[in-house]
C-alpha cells in the first residue's frame, strides 16, 4: 500500500482546461488557488473558464455530436473507452497523489472508493454494455385500418451532456458520469468542483494525449464561479444535466432547466439510517459505526450518519459505538492507517462545527469529540463526534451534516424504527441488521431509499443502479438504469 504521496507539486499541477480537443488556458489567464485542506497550503492554480471558454466548450460538444459518428459508432466508442482506461491505469500513482493532495482524501481510501474501484469498473463496465445493452427491438406487426406495419424501438444517445461534479468523491463521480455518457454515445462538457479541479484536468490531459477520443466529444472547463457554471446549465445547446452535488443547488438547476423541459439526472444529499434490529450482533453490526460516519472526514452522500437502536439494548449499543469512535484512525491522509483526513475547507469546517453546536443546544447529549483536534495544528480537522439521546425532529437528524458526526436514536419497536428512518427528507441509501436475514430483508423493503445493506452487505458497482428517493435526487445513475437515463427512445414504424 502507497505511504506517501511521492509527487511533487508541479506534477501534480495540471491548470489546463480541454476545449475542442486541445489544453489551453483560459482566454483570459485568470487562475483560481487549489489548497490542500491537510496542511491548508496552496499547492498551485488552475486556469478559470471563461464565459468564452465555456461558449467554446459547448459548441465543439454540439459539433461533436452532430457532425460526427460519435453517436453512431459503437465499435469506436469501445474503442476510446478502454484506452482511456488504460491510461488512467497506467497514470494511478499520481492520479492517487492529486486526491490526497487536493480532495484531503486518506490515501486508504484510494484503494478503494476514491481511485481503485472506480478504476476498475466505472469505464470497463458501460464499455462492456455497449456490446450488450439491447439498442434495438422489434414489436409485434401492428394493424391499421387495413395496414400492416412493422415496428421497431430504437434507443440512441441524447447529445450534449452537461456533467457536474461536487469535490467529495471527484474523481469516482466523474469516471461514472463519463463512463455512461460516452458508452451511450452523448458529448460531455464537465464541470468539476473548483475546490478540487486536477484530477480532472489530469482526466482532460489523458483524454487529449493518449487516446483517440475526438476532439469536442469530452471537454473540461473548471471555473470557482457558479454564475459561470450556470451557463452549462442554461445553454440550449446543452441537452442533458448530470449533476451530482447538494440538494440545495441541484433544485435551483431543475428549476433552471425546466423552461426548456432538459433532461435530468440529480444525485443529492443524504442522510441515511442504519437500524439495527434488536436480535442483532451488537459487536458485529456496530463495529463499523464509526467508520460509516467518520470514513473521509464524513464527507459522503450514502454514509449511514444516523443509528437506530432498540431502546432495550441502547445503552450496550451505545457503548460498542463509543470504543469504536475511540478507535478511529484521523488525521494526516497520507498517512495509510487512516480513514478519516480534513474537511474539505475552512467553511465547510466551519459548517460542521455550527452543526455541532446546534446537536448541544437542541438536548443531544455529545458523547466524544465535538471539537478540533488539538494535535493537528494545521488543517481542517473535526474530531470524530458521537451524539445520543438525539430524537427523530432534532436538525442533527434531519440535515446533512457533512462531517465526521454520527447520531444515534433510540426506537421502541420495529415499526417505529421504520417511521424514524424515513421520517427524512432524503432517500439515499440505508442498512438493517438482524440475525435473520429474511427480517431484514422485509425492514429493507419498507425502507425508502434507493440503496440498502443488509448486515454490512454494500450495493455500489457501476453495474448497480444508484440513486435516491425523494430530496436526494432523480433518476440514477450506473447499471442498466443509469445507462437508460442516457438515451432517448424511438419507436419507427413502416408498411
Ligand atoms: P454543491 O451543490 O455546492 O456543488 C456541486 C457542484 O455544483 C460544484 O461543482 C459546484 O461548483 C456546482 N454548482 C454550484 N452552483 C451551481 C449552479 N448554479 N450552476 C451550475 N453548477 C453549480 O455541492 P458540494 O458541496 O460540492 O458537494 C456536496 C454535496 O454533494 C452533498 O450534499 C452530498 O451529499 C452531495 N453528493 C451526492 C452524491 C450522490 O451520488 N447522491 C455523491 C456525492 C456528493
Redesign the pocket.
Known amino acids: 500500500m502507497t505511504t506517501t504521496v511521492p509527487h511533487s507539486a508541479q506534477v501534480l499541477a495540471e491548470p489546463r482546461m480541454l476545449v475542442d480537443g486541445r489544453l489551453v488556458e483560459s482566454g483570459d489567464d485568470g487562475v483560481f488557488p487549489n489548497i490542500n485542506p491537510a496542511t491548508e497550503e496552496t499547492i498551485g492554480h488552475t486556469f478559470d473558464a471563461t464565459a468564452d471558454d465555456i461558449d467554446r466548450a459547448i459548441a465543439a460538444a454540439r459539433r461533436a455530436f452532430d457532425e460526427t459518428d460519435w453517436a453512431t459508432d459503437h465499435a469506436f466508442r469501445k474503442h476510446c473507452l478502454l484506452q482511456l482506461q488504460q491510461a488512467l491505469e497506467k497514470n494511478k500513482e499520481l492520479l492517487r497523489s492529486v486526491l490526497v493532495a487536493e480532495v484531503g482524501a486518506p490515501v486508504s481510501t484510494t484503494h478503494h472508493m476514491q481511485l481503485e474501484t472506480p478504476l476498475g469498473d466505472d469505464l470497463l463496465w458501460p464499455a462492456q454494455a455497449i456490446d450488450t445493452f439491447p439498442w434495438e427491438r422489434d414489436l409485434a406487426d401492428n394493424d391499421f385500418f387495413g395496414a400492416r406495419s412493422w415496428r421497431k424501438v430504437h434507443k440512441e444517445p441524447i447529445g450534449v451532456v452537461g456533467a457536474?461534479?461536487?469535490?467529495?468523491?471527484p474523481l469516482e463521480?466523474t469516471l461514472n458520469k463519463l463512463g455512461t455518457a460516452l458508452a451511450t454515445g452523448n458529448t460531455v462538457v464537465l464541470?468539476?468542483?473548483?475546490?478540487t479541479p486536477w484530477n480532472a484536468t489530469h482526466l482532460g490531459r489523458l483524454i487529449a494525449e493518449e487516446t483517440d477520443i475526438p476532439a469536442g466529444v469530452v471537454n473540461i472547463v473548471p471555473t470557482a464561479g457558479?454564475?459561470r457554471?450556470?451557463l452549462?446549465?442554461d445553454d440550449p445547446r446543452v441537452d442533458m444535466i448530470s449533476?451530482?452535488?447538494?440538494?440545495?443547488?441541484?433544485r435551483?438547476?431543475q428549476q433552471?432547466v425546466a423552461p426548456m423541459t432538459k433532461r435530468l439526472l440529480l444525485?443529492?444529499?443524504?442522510k441515511s439510517a442504519h437500524i439495527v434490529l434488536d436480535d442483532a450482533d451488537f459487536p458485529q453490526a456496530l463495529a463499523s459505526s464509526a467508520f460509516q460516519a467518520c470514513l473521509h472526514g464524513g464527507?459522503?452522500?450514502?454514509l449511514q450518519t444516523r443509528v437506530l437502536l432498540p431502546r432495550s439494548r441502547h445503552e450496550e449499543g451505545l457503548e460498542i459505538i463509543e470504543t469504536a469512535f475511540r478507535a478511529v484512525a484521523y488525521g494526516d491522509p497520507t498517512d495509510p492507517v487512516n480513514i478519516q483526513g480534513p474537511q474539505i475547507s475552512a467553511q465547510q469546517r466551519e459548517k460542521v462545527e455550527e452543526y455541532i453546536r446546534i446537536g448541544q443546544e437542541e438536548g443531544a447529549r455529545l458523547v466524544l469529540g465535538g471539537g478540533r483536534p488539538a494535535h493537528l495544528t494545521r488543517g481542517y480537522y473535526v474530531e470524530p463526534t458521537l451524539f445520543a439521546d438525539v430524537t427523530p425532529g432534532m436538525r442533527i437528524a434531519q440535515e446533512?451534516i457533512?462531517g465526521p458526526v454520527l447520531t444515534v436514536l433510540p426506537y421502541d419497536d420495529e415499526e417505529h424504527a421504520v417511521r424514524i428512518a424515513n421520517d427524512s427528507p432524503y432517500g439515499?441509501s440505508g442498512a438493517v441488521s438482524s440475525a435473520s436475514p429474511e427480517r431484514a430483508l422485509a425492514v429493507a423493503w419498507r425502507i425508502r431509499t434507493g440503496t440498502v445493506s443488509i448486515n454490512g452487505g454494500v450495493a455500489h458497482g457501476a453495474d448497480a443502479p444508484?440513486?435516491?428517493y425523494k430530496a436526494?435526487?432523480i433518476g440514477r445513475?450506473s447499471g442498466l438504469e443509469g445507462f437508460e437515463a442516457h438515451l432517448e427512445t424511438k419507436t419507427v414504424a413502416g408498411l
Open positions: 457536474i461534479v461536487p469535490w467529495n468523491f463521480t464541470k468539476p468542483a473548483a475546490l457558479n454564475e457554471a450556470q452549462i446549465v449533476f451530482t452535488g447538494s440538494t440545495a443547488t441541484g435551483h438547476i433552471r444525485e443529492l444529499g443524504g464527507q459522503g452522500c450514502a446533512e457533512f439515499l444508484y440513486g435516491g436526494s435526487g445513475q
